[in-house]
């Protein structure tokens, strides 16, 4: 089915997409838009060195990450508007899905011993506490607005038309701060730099210095599903329901969230890392003014 | 379209929380005063062309251009540093801009219930902005973000009273504008005049509070 | 029910003899019993209502159960039989004098709680309440040495509170005349502030519990266990038989929820920025007492405000979630003794790398932590989620109040669980993962396999009840129906549950098809860690347990009473510089010591009457002889 092949092979192309734009801004040819995928297949060809301090929490957690990621995605709208599984409420399960692969991440960074993953264990985790609350709020949002149903449900039912001007607005409000969801935990310029293993940048890339081969290859398979879950979440938010050709404009919501990217990686620089710490904030703040906005419209006077 | 241009009028508020740099105070407080050129026009049912012209100085004129550009004026001649110098992080700032705008909706949203003459929206917003401002001068060291603190407050007290469900009288909007005229200049002119007396003596971008 | 509790109480006599196998095999023989006949009282329409009478004042007392108190019943005789058979083994390894009377008063704590379920008559319930508390501080005492300060705050503290509970009690006595627990129901609002107080001091919310991170962490590993997944489960069946019989309005429902958003919020910093494991662990508790309040005061709007399916759903999560963390607190409690036997050290800062020496009490302890930051596969989880839907079903209702303190609601808890996973991610990793930082846990084995059988059974229970959401929920849904509440909402959580495991099923399926296929096919080589090229690293090097939360606790600085003290480096060449840093409690600080020190100050300006001398007592006495003559002739 259409959901399990967009899960199973869209992924990998969007770092491979922000790659070649990135590269092109700045006057490069850059690499194949594919080249994720040959990395993939050279990984898993590849023996792994596990580091002498490792624990089997090292040979676990790389494919429980990934089964847990796999089972976030399937409650993900993609490609039309319904869902593999869905249930009243599943979002719920979704985001603490993401954060049991977060878990797992961090644990095997710690277990290699050295202080850089240390490092970068402990700021991701830190981005988490925010990132939560931020989510529930929006898809609180979402519920006040349409009902409390599954996350299908309330994509499909919450759609932007150019005739009503408050879906417009809270379409914004919601997209942009989901979109900056996005840049945190896909780890993207301006809040990690995914180039450089640098102490200034250590967030997501230094956590896996110590996985190889076949880990390595599930990790990034892992993270690029992580960002293929946010654009989509972002894609089905901005198409209505009832719209044709529903998989063509999802591919080109897809492609064009990875190309916006690319560009909004070249042309920012990232951030202080105590910056970082503080504007991980934002969508807190803009999800209560959605939130109230929306109240205060609803049971407002006119 | 009102309601639009609230709701960016609310997420300037934001960006103030963020920025660190004078220079996007100012160019926040041109957007708000543009924003509101635009909030009243679109409101006002019936206009003549004196009503016109007077909205348009106040707000346009006053508020986008001529403030705007005295602050800037002020900053370049006495080579403020140009940092916001806070005393509270960011995050604090932002956290607390939360809790303002989930207090001042509830607030909306109750006197609505109470009155019924009320546009709730444009009443929650605008008291975000009156307590923004007002933090902004209470957590802020310099002398000149007091002043755009100050600037900002009387911005959201113009929203509030175009959110009560009266049309614009010009009475409140010929106060509000004198209060800020004046406000501005005695600013202006008490930095300026203080450089040129004590001119040996440290220079007054560095009047803050410690 | 007679069987069991005889058996119970026959437990003492091997307790009086030292043979604490023989002790904890009766209580698992005699709970099993009883837990039989709550489940029956649970289930089905058996009741067991005994009116004994007893000598005057306290006339006919009525001793029986309700569903509420063999929901409870079913909890205590898991989660104690589970305890004293670890204690068994922990006390072989830890000698310490006084074993007779520790085992004693450990029989005496079980029936005492088991005793607080039955009792429905006001004096003997305070009766049996005081028992709980001494032989609890009994208990704590164990170990002298350093538990005499925390012990003595401790019994002190419970005494204040049951202070507040016979104020409260005989308030209600002089306006009804009657001991009967049926005076509870329609209380006016003094007495029912007193009791809710009272039990508060027990069940450990804010501005009240400063007595559980000090006693719990010196109580030996059992003891902790039993007093923080148990005993504080009293105070919240106290809390839970006032709210069921009685309603509160708006206003009282909102300090309710602010005091358990506090409550949970300062658990679960303080537990965050703890070195020290079983202070972590401690502080834990708090919070999740502060989650299931959280639960409770959603539960009691939805009441209120007439959305009876919020009302459902967020009291089966509550319920759900106090069930389940009697078992995921009595594990990493255990362990913690564990780690205590194998290294002699608890704090964080000294181990590491355990995973390698003791691999057991690592998974063991991971099970303990999926479970308790309400991740999927862990139990927590299925309870969060009962609340959490309750929240959105404020949200989507169309009531202002509901609205306000739903998304209030929801953003803490989402925040509290947030910050709880960093807390229990960071202990498990500093603990169990990397190298070992000192030669104590460079020198750790694994325990003995009797220690790690009680752990197996609660790593069971955790995955279990995580996994099969449904099977929490069937245990909860006849305390909900006594409760009277509308009953449709818990179906559909029930199948949204079976849902749910089948999501989990799936992926540990998925899971286990790339391990093995990783295990199968791929070749390993060991080496060093590579760390982005670092030649030489050591072990102290790795991130510490107040490195690792420290992006966060720039934040929380304001919240936290820090008390930081050292000498710093004082010419070119130091020669020694440290620091030391705590984070002291502020109601313990700024409220408990100076009004103690006021009381001993008070006390001390009559100490000239204590002078040992019989000849000064006897003046003593005769002048208040005098004085009593005076008195009655004027």
Request: glycine letters at 8%.
């Amino acid at each position: 089915m259409i959901h399990i092949l967009i899960i199973l092979l869209l992924p990998l192309l969007v770092p491979g997409l922000i790659s070649r734009v990135k590269a092109i801004m700045v006057g490069r040819i850059g690499q194949s838009v594919f080249q994720p995928y040959f990395h993939f297949a050279k990984l898993l060809r590849k023996e792994e060195v596990i580091s002498s301090s490792a624990s089997l929490i090292t040979a676990v957690a790389p494919a429980l990450a990934l089964a847990a990621t796999f089972c976030a995605a399937l409650f993900v709208p993609m490609g039309n508007s319904a869902s593999l599984f869905s249930f009243k409420g599943d979002f719920i399960l979704m985001l603490y899905l993401l954060a049991l692969a977060k878990a797992f991440m961090v644990f095997a960074a710690l277990d290699s011993g050295s202080s850089f993953e240390g490092m970068g264990a402990s700021r991701e985790i830190s981005f988490t506490a925010f990132l939560e609350p931020a989510f529930l709020l929006i898809m609180a949002a979402l519920v006040f607005s349409t009902g409390f149903t599954s996350l299908s449900t309330l994509l499909s039912s919450y759609s932007i038309s150019g005739l009503e001007v408050w879906s417009l607005v809270l379409g914004t409000i919601t997209v942009f701060a989901l979109y900056l969801m996005l840049l945190v935990e896909s780890a993207r310029v301006p809040f990690d730099d995914p180039n450089t293993h640098l102490e200034l940048t250590m967030i997501h890339e230094v956590m896996v210095l110590d996985l190889s081969g076949f880990s390595l290859a599930l990790i990034h398979y892992t993270a690029a599903l992580k960002m293929l879950i946010y654009a989509s979440l972002i894609t089905q938010v901005l198409i209505p329901a009832n719209a044709s050709l529903h998989l063509l404009w999802y591919l080109i919501g897809i492609l064009g969230i990875a190309i916006l990217t690319g560009l909004v990686e070249s042309l920012m620089a990232r951030f202080r890392m105590n910056r970082n710490l503080e504007l991980v904030l934002v969508p807190v703040t803009l999800s209560v003014l959605a939130l109230a906005a929306l109240i205060a419209r609803s049971m407002g006077a006119w | 379209m009102i309601e639009i241009l609230v709701l960016v009028f609310g997420i300037t508020l934001l960006f103030a929380s963020i920025t660190n740099m004078l220079s996007s105070i100012i160019r926040i407080l041109v957007l708000q005063g543009l924003i509101l050129f635009g909030i009243t026009i679109l409101k006002s049912t019936h206009l003549n062309w004196l009503g016109f012209g007077f909205i348009a100085l106040e707000t346009l004129i006053f508020k986008a251009i001529v403030i705007p550009w005295f602050i800037s004026d002020t900053i370049k001649h006495n080579a403020i540093h140009r940092e916001v110098e806070a005393y509270v992080s960011n995050f604090f700032s932002l956290a607390l801009m939360s809790l303002i705008f989930l207090g001042s909706f509830a607030l909306a949203v109750f006197s609505g219930q109470q009155s019924g003459r009320l546009f709730p929206l444009e009443f929650g917003i605008a008291f975000a902005t009156i307590i923004k401002g007002l933090f902004i001068i209470i957590a802020n060291k310099k002398l000149i973000t007091h002043l755009m603190g100050y600037l900002i407050m009387e911005n959201g007290i113009f929203l509030l009273s175009l959110s009560v469900g009266t049309d614009l009288p010009h009475i409140i909007s010929l106060g509000i504008s004198l209060d800020i005229l004046l406000s501005v200049l005695i600013g202006v002119l008490f930095i300026k005049r203080i450089k040129s007396t004590f001119d040996d003596a440290d220079s007054p971008g560095q009047l803050r509070e410690e | 029910m007679s069987i069991g509790f005889l058996i119970l109480f026959l437990a003492l006599i091997p307790a009086l003899w030292k043979r604490s196998g023989l002790f904890a095999i009766l209580w698992l023989l005699g709970s099993g019993i009883i837990a039989f006949e709550y489940l029956e009282v649970l289930y089905s329409y058996s009741v067991q209502d005994f009116l004994i009478s007893f000598p005057l004042p306290l006339g006919i007392a009525n001793i029986g159960l309700n569903k509420l108190s063999a929901f409870f019943g079913t909890i205590f005789s898991i989660g104690l039989p589970l305890g004293f058979l670890y204690g068994h083994f922990y006390l072989k390894q830890h000698q310490a004098p006084g074993l007779r009377s520790h085992l004693f008063w450990l029989g005496i704590l079980g029936l005492s709680m088991h005793g607080i379920l039955w009792m429905r008559h006001i004096l003997l319930f305070l009766m049996v309440w005081e028992v709980m508390s001494v032989s609890s501080f009994f208990l704590v005492m164990h170990d002298r040495s350093v538990s005499l300060k925390a012990a003595l705050n401790y019994i002190i503290t419970m005494q204040i509170g049951a202070g507040f509970l016979m104020a409260g009690f005989g308030i209600l006595y002089l306006q009804t005349g009657s001991f009967d627990f049926s005076i509870l129901s329609a209380m006016h609002s003094l007495p029912l502030y007193l009791l809710l107080i009272g039990f508060g001091f027990k069940a450990g919310f804010v501005p009240l519990a400063s007595w559980l991170p000090q006693a719990h962490p010196v109580a030996p590993a059992h003891v902790s266990g039993i007093m923080s997944a148990l005993m504080v489960k009293c105070g919240l069946y106290g809390i839970l038989t006032l709210l069921a019989m009685n309603s509160l309005n708006l206003r009282e429902i909102a300090v309710f929820s602010l005091i358990s958003i506090v409550t949970a919020f300062w658990g679960v910093i303080h537990a965050m920025i703890s070195t020290n494991l079983k202070k972590a662990l401690a502080y834990s508790t708090i919070e999740n007492m502060g989650i299931i309040g959280i639960g409770l005061s959603v539960g009691l709007l939805g009441l209120d405000s007439g959305n009876p399916v919020m009302a459902t759903l967020c009291f089966a999560g509550a319920l759900l979630h106090s069930f389940f963390h009697s078992l995921f607190k009595a594990l990493l409690f255990y362990l913690s003794g564990n780690i205590l036997c194998a290294t002699h050290s608890l704090k964080a800062d000294d181990l590491g790398g355990l995973a390698k020496k003791m691999p057991r009490t690592a998974i063991y302890f991971l099970i303990g932590v999926i479970g308790i930051s309400a991740l999927p596969l862990g139990n927590g989880f299925i309870s969060e989620l009962a609340i959490y839907f309750g929240l959105f079903n404020a949200i989507s209702a169309n009531d202002l109040p509901a609205l306000v303190m739903g998304i209030v609601l929801l953003g803490m808890m989402a925040f509290v669980g947030a910050l709880a996973l960093i807390a229990f991610a960071k202990l498990f990793g500093i603990i169990f993962l990397g190298e070992a930082r000192s030669p104590k846990a460079d020198n750790a084995c694994e325990i003995h396999r009797g220690m790690r059988i009680p752990q197996f059974a609660l790593s069971i229970g955790i995955l279990a009840g995580g996994v099969f959401g449904g099977l929490g929920l069937r245990f909860v849904k006849p305390v909900l129906r006594w409760m009277g509440l509308y009953m449709l909402p818990v179906l559909d959580l029930q199948g949204i549950y079976q849902r749910l495991s089948v999501i989990i099923l799936l992926m540990l399926l998925i899971f286990l098809l790339l391990y093995l296929i990783r295990r199968i096919t791929v070749k390993t080589v060991k080496s060093a860690t590579w760390g982005c090229g670092y030649q030489k690293p050591a072990a102290r090097m790795q991130y510490s347990s107040l490195a690792f939360v420290h992006p966060l606790s720039y934040f929380l600085k304001p919240f936290i009473l820090l008390k930081k003290s050292g000498t710093s480096a004082k010419s070119m060449h130091p020669k020694e510089i440290s620091y030391h840093e705590e984070a002291l409690d502020p109601f313990f600080r700024y409220i408990v010591e100076p009004i103690s020190k006021a009381l001993a100050w008070f006390y001390s300006l009559f100490s000239h009457i204590h002078n040992g001398r019989t000849n000064a007592y006897i003046a003593w006495c005769l002048v208040f002889l005098i004085l009593l003559l005076i008195w009655v002739l004027l």
